[in-house]
């Protein structure tokens, strides 16, 4: 079990920009999920992919956000035109399905600065 | 969705119980409880889950009142590696993303 994996670490970008980040799950895992957390909060859901289909989207995705997971195995989060607001760690968790009492497994973040 | 209360902070000294109390008044029947853990600088970590029945893991225990209204975390016994932020969040066992946001948790600091 490797765990979560997610990449970049960090990422530092200027207002306007594009970024992507990749995320991959454990490998057995059929669920993908994703995250934002700024300081001071609790993760925010963003959302989530059961296998490729992307089944759940937080009003908190704005258009400019978009995530997919074409194979059903990693995962890639992309937001375009990147604002200052923007700036915050993305979390990424992966689970097998379960009803409610499966366990979320997360990887460590990517810190994403926007100047 | 079903919504918990957390105190913001707590503190306890290294390698004495420490008692993390969440309210959620208005859970369901089928509701989940959850407790995740977060250290500095990394995701948060699975540390228990119950619906009815108090459960017991190597990490931790956890203490569900009969009315299920109120849920206590256990660490029987903290060590400076637990300080952390300890989020209570409910999952409806219909599954789908409902509870699957945290709140601001609490904030525990351990004294050595």
């Known amino acids: 079990d490797t765990g979560v994996s997610q990449d970049p670490r960090h990422k530092i970008t200027k207002r306007g920009q594009n970024v992507t980040f990749r995320c991959d799950p454990i490998?057995?895992?059929?669920?993908l999920y994703w995250y934002r957390q700024t300081l001071g909060q609790g993760p925010e859901f963003l959302t989530y992919?059961?296998?490729?289909?992307?089944?759940?989207k937080s009003r908190l995705l704005s258009d400019r956000f978009s995530a997919e997971r074409p194979k059903g195995s990693f995962s890639t989060l992309e937001i375009q035109r990147t604002e200052q607001g923007d700036s915050a760690m993305y979390l990424c968790a992966s689970s097998l399905a379960g009803q409610g009492n499966e366990k979320l497994f997360f990887g460590s973040g990517t810190q994403l600065s926007v100047l | 969705d079903a919504k918990t209360t957390q105190p913001n902070s707590m503190e306890s000294n290294e390698e004495e119980p420490v008692h993390l109390p969440c309210n959620h008044s208005t859970i369901s029947g089928t509701d989940y409880i959850h407790w995740y853990r977060q250290l500095p600088s990394q995701g948060p970590e699975y540390v228990i889950h119950g619906l009815t029945s108090n459960v017991n893991n190597r990490m931790a225990s956890l203490a569900i009142a009969e009315d299920r209204k109120s849920s206590t975390l256990i660490l029987h016994r903290a060590t400076l590696r637990d300080a952390a932020v300890y989020y209570c969040i409910l999952r409806w066992s219909g599954g789908g993303a409902d509870g699957l946001t945290f709140g601001k948790g609490t904030h525990l600091i351990i004294q050595p």
């Open positions: 992919f059961q296998n490729e289909a992307q089944l759940e």
């Open positions: 490998s057995e895992h059929n669920r």
